[in-house]
């Protein structure tokens, strides 16, 4: 009696989801951003006829889009990203965490499209399943892997665009001449 209750449970939590990735993909596709604050936006505050909140509206947030654009600006004519972050410090600019600024955070993972150089929502594209997050069955945390090609939803926000298309295809090039190991 009990393995069978373990296996309906562990069979209900996978159909849970399930479900749950199926409902982010539906708001994805819709335009809406599905969690996680992105430096350079901030939350939009909306209610549907019923008075119930419109999750997942972005705006862009002047004064941090600024600083994206000249994040990219800076990287395209050449400078690093240390060197980037650390006049950012110096001016006193508060980074993503409202502390200071890491080279980490202009960098990220390239290969997920995490990190300010590297995420399309900036150009106007919002990406759903760059990366999943998957349980390590020995240590009980949560690792990011990253997601099945067929499985990344795009979706166009123009609205949201803070850098130029020809400044982003530059940051691109940029990048690919100083990406390290083969090519």
Do not use: C
């Amino acid at each position: 009696h009990v393995g069978l209750k373990g296996t309906m449970n562990a069979l209900q939590l996978q159909e849970i989801g399930r479900k749950t990735r199926r409902g982010l993909q539906g708001v994805a596709r819709s335009g809406r951003h599905t969690g996680g604050r992105v430096y350079g936006y901030t939350i939009r505050r909306e209610f549907d006829a019923s008075g119930e909140p419109i999750r997942g509206l972005r705006d862009v947030h002047p004064g941090e889009a600024a600083i994206v654009q000249e994040i990219h600006r800076r990287y395209a004519a050449g400078a690093s990203p240390r060197a980037i972050v650390a006049d950012l410090n110096a001016r006193g600019v508060p980074g993503p965490t409202g502390k200071t600024w890491n080279a980490s955070a202009l960098n990220g993972n390239a290969e997920r499209g995490n990190g300010i150089l590297h995420n399309e929502l900036y150009r106007g594209v919002l990406v759903f399943g760059r990366q999943k997050w998957v349980k390590d069955r020995k240590t009980g945390r949560r690792r990011a892997r990253t997601g099945a090609v067929q499985e990344i939803i795009r979706t166009d926000v123009p609205e949201l665009r803070i850098v130029p298309e020809e400044l982003w295809e530059r940051v691109r090039e940029r990048y690919a001449q100083n990406k390290l190991g083969p090519q």
